[in-house]
């Protein structure tokens, strides 16, 4: 069973960043591709980004987050990356990471196996 864990969540003012980070155990994380969602009070798991296994050379954003946020990878650090900056407070959730079934990029949950358990990014305005 693979663990994911997430950290680099906390509070900030709109503008700023936060850098997340989700380590990931096991052999096999090179090889398939990595997600973040994001879930706010009251409302449906949410699709953010996503970066293709191997080389990480595909990526895919939601349109709300396009251009201000990056994902990237390190994958003899076993880790993912989720760079947020321009933070707006509708950013504010509990961020998860998530690991596919696939070495594509995919952005609907039923393609993702694994889960964290959440970092929360709160965004004042």
């Known amino acids: 069973q693979v663990q994911l864990v997430e950290s680099g969540g906390g509070l900030v003012q709109a503008g700023g960043s936060l850098r997340l980070s989700c380590t990931a155990s096991?052999?096999?994380?090179?090889?398939?591709?990595m997600g973040w969602f994001r879930q706010a009070p009251g409302k449906e798991r949410e699709f953010v980004a996503a970066?293709?296994?191997?080389?990480?050379?595909?990526?895919y954003y939601a349109d709300s987050v396009k251009g201000r946020f990056t994902i990237s990878r390190d994958n003899a650090k076993n880790t993912v990356y989720l760079q947020m900056n321009s933070l707006k407070p509708e950013d504010t959730a509990v961020y998860y990471c998530?690991?596919?079934?696939?070495?594509?990029?995919?952005?609907?949950?039923?393609?993702?196996?694994?889960w964290g358990q959440g970092t929360q990014v709160t965004v004042s305005s």
């Open positions: 998530t690991q596919a079934v696939t070495p594509n990029v995919v952005t609907t949950v039923t393609h993702f196996r694994s």
């Open positions: 096991g052999r096999f994380f090179s090889s398939v591709a």
């Open positions: 970066i293709s296994g191997w080389t990480g050379g595909s990526t």
